[in-house]
């Protein structure tokens, strides 16, 4: 079993920068890979940006390369999303996720296994 729990979202306003945190329960975090997926109101939960499990491989959407940094430290069971340059369409509830016991770096939202509760990031313009 794996427990995911997310924290630092909040409202910020356009062009500045919040970074998420997702602790994960287990022994076992370091050997698989995670994700961050957001769900806009209206729209389908979308991967933002993926990690494996050493940080040696990442994977980030279009709309948001070169804004957002994923990034983990597996000695304290936490992975992180680093996010600059906010704009108002950035603005949805962010899952933490992973495919564990699978090692899908870059899952579909179906390939998940395990979300976290969902963190709300609201970005004004």
């Known amino acids: 079993q794996v427990q995911l729990v997310e924290s630092g979202g909040g409202l910020v306003q356009a062009g500045g920068s919040l970074r998420l945190s997702c602790a994960a329960s287990g022994r076992t975090f370091s050997s698989y890979a995670m994700s961050w997926f957001r769900q806009a109101p209206g729209k389908e939960r979308e991967l933002v940006a993926a990690?494996?499990?050493?940080?040696?491989?990442?994977y980030y959407a279009d709309s948001v390369k070169g804004r957002f940094t994923i990034s983990r430290d597996n000695a304290k069971n936490t992975v992180y999303l680093q996010m600059n340059s906010l704009k108002p369409e950035d603005t949805a509830v962010y899952y933490c996720?992973?495919?564990?016991?699978?090692?899908?770096?870059?899952?579909?939202?179906?390939?998940?296994?395990?979300w976290g509760q969902g963190t709300q990031v609201t970005v004004s313009s």
């Open positions: 990690i494996s499990w050493n940080g040696g491989s990442t």
């Open positions: 996720a992973t495919s564990f016991p699978g090692n899908i770096v870059i899952p579909r939202a179906h390939e998940v296994n395990y």
